[in-house]
C-alpha cells in the first residue's frame, strides 16, 4: 500500500525515472551525524549545499534524502522537498518523519487526500508524533470533519501540553461543534500558556476574537482582537476580524480604519475590497465604495484567468 502510493506521489509530481530497485549504499555515518547536528541548529542553506553532492555520490541513501526533503521543506522548496522524500521512502518506507514531512508537503500543495494517507500513516508508524496528529487534525477541520479533528488535537495536548495552537484550534473544532463551554476552555486555556511564552503569538487571540464575532460577542471580541495587534500588527486577519467587531457595535468609521488596514497589509484578499465598499456605501462615501468595487472586480477578474 505504502509503495503504490509512494508511485502515485511519484507520478503525480516527481520528475525522473523510479528509485525503486537501487542498490543500498553505504553511508558515511559522520557526514549523517554532522548533517543532522546543522539541521538541528537551523543552518538550512548551508546544509541544503553539502546534502546535494553527497546524495549525488549516495544516491541510495535513504536517510540523507530524507534529510534532504527535510531541509527544502524549510527552505519552502515544496516540489523539491517532494521529490526526495518520495525517494527516500521508496527505500525505507516505515521511517515516519519522511511520512509526516511528506504530509506537510502535500498539504501545502493543496493534495489534501494524499496528505491525510501521508498523516496518518506516519501516525501509525509513530503514535506518539504531536505534529504529525496536529496537521491531520488541522487538515480534517478544514475538510468539516470536526469530530475527527476533535480527536486529533485531543491527541496533540495529550502528547505535547504546551503546543499552544493545539488549544485554541481545539477551540475552533468545538466550537464548529457547537460546544461553546468547551470552546470557551480551550482558548482560555490557549491563552494561558501563550501568555507564559517568551514571544506570544496573537493567533491565540485571533482565532479567540474569530468565534466571539460568530457569536455575536462584539465587545469581547473587539478586547481580544485588539489584545492580538498590540501584539503582532501584521496579520491582515486580525484588523478583519476586528473591523467585523466594530461593525456589530454600529462602529461603522473604525470598521473603515481597520478594514483599510487589512488592506494595506493583504490587498489582494477580494473579500476586503467587496466588505470595505459596501461599509463607504452604508457611510455614504459613493466615489471611495465604487473605487473599492472597480479594484474587487479586477482581482476577480485576474483570478478568474488563473483558474482557466
Known amino acids: 500500500m505504502v509503495r503504490s502510493l509512494c508511485a502515485l506521489i511519484a507520478l503525480l509530481f516527481v520528475a525522473g525515472p523510479c528509485a525503486i530497485g537501487l542498490p543500498e549504499a553505504d553511508d558515511n555515518e559522520a557526514a549523517i551525524h554532522s548533517f543532522d547536528t546543522q539541521i538541528e541548529a537551523g543552518n538550512y542553506t548551508d546544509v541544503s549545499g553539502l546534502l546535494?553532492?553527497?546524495?549525488?555520490?549516495?544516491p541510495s541513501s535513504w536517510r540523507a534524502l530524507y534529510?534532504?526533503?527535510?531541509?527544502?521543506?524549510?527552505?519552502?522548496?515544496?516540489?523539491?522537498?517532494?521529490?526526495?522524500?518520495?525517494?527516500?521512502?521508496?527505500?525505507?518506507?516505515?521511517?515516519?518523519?519522511?511520512?509526516?514531512?511528506?504530509?506537510?508537503?502535500?498539504n501545502i500543495m493543496g493534495r489534501q487526500d494524499l496528505a491525510i494517507a501521508e498523516l496518518k500513516k506516519a501516525i501509525q508508524l509513530d503514535p506518539k508524533s504531536a505534529e504529525s496528529h496536529y496537521e491531520l487534525g488541522r487538515i480534517l477541520f478544514e475538510q468539516g470533519f470536526y469530530s475527527a479533528s476533535v480527536e486529533q488535537f485531543c491527541a496533540t495536548e495529550a502528547l505535547s501540553p504546551g503546543f499552544v495552537k493545539a488549544y485554541?484550534?481545539?477551540?475552533?473544532?468545538?466550537?464548529?461543534?457547537?460546544?461553546?463551554?468547551?470552546?470557551?476552555?480551550?482558548?482560555?486555556?490557549?491563552?494561558?500558556?501563550?501568555?507564559?511564552?517568551?514571544?506570544?503569538?496573537?493567533?491565540?487571540?485571533?482565532?479567540?476574537?474569530?468565534?466571539?464575532?460568530?457569536?455575536?460577542?462584539?465587545?469581547?471580541?473587539?478586547?481580544?482582537l485588539q489584545r492580538a495587534i498590540a501584539i503582532d500588527g501584521s496579520w491582515?486577519?486580525?484588523?478583519?476580524?476586528?473591523?467585523?467587531?466594530?461593525r456589530?457595535?454600529?462602529?461603522?468609521?473604525?470598521?473603515?480604519?481597520?478594514?483599510?488596514?487589512?488592506?494595506?497589509?493583504?490587498?489582494?484578499?477580494?473579500?476586503?475590497?467587496?466588505?470595505?465598499?459596501?461599509?463607504?456605501?452604508?457611510?455614504?462615501?459613493?466615489?471611495?465604495?465604487?473605487?473599492?468595487?472597480?479594484?474587487?472586480?479586477?482581482?476577480?477578474?485576474?483570478?478568474?484567468?488563473?483558474e482557466r
Open 52 to 58: 546535494e553532492a553527497y546524495v549525488q555520490a549516495h
Open 168 to 224: 485554541h484550534n481545539l477551540g475552533l473544532a468545538y466550537a464548529a461543534l457547537g460546544d461553546n463551554t468547551k470552546a470557551i476552555a480551550q482558548f482560555k486555556k490557549g491563552l494561558e500558556l501563550n501568555a507564559m511564552a517568551d514571544r506570544p503569538s496573537a493567533w491565540p487571540l485571533i482565532d479567540f476574537g474569530t468565534y466571539y464575532n460568530l457569536q455575536s460577542d462584539f465587545m469581547h471580541a473587539k478586547e481580544m
Open 236 to 246: 491582515d486577519q486580525a484588523f478583519d476580524e476586528l473591523a467585523k467587531a466594530y
Open 67 to 106: 534529510q534532504l526533503g527535510y531541509v527544502y521543506f524549510r527552505l519552502h522548496k515544496i516540489q523539491e522537498s517532494l521529490t526526495m522524500l518520495s525517494k527516500s521512502l521508496e527505500r525505507n518506507e516505515q521511517f515516519a518523519s519522511a511520512h509526516k514531512i511528506l504530509g506537510f508537503d502535500l
Open 248 to 306: 456589530g457595535l454600529g462602529q461603522t468609521e473604525l470598521a473603515i480604519e481597520s478594514l483599510n488596514r487589512a488592506i494595506a497589509i493583504n490587498p489582494n484578499k477580494l473579500a476586503y475590497h467587496y466588505a470595505l465598499a459596501a461599509l463607504y456605501r452604508k457611510t455614504g462615501q459613493s466615489a471611495a465604495a465604487m473605487q473599492e468595487l472597480k479594484a474587487y472586480a479586477q482581482l476577480k477578474r485576474a483570478a478568474d484567468s488563473k
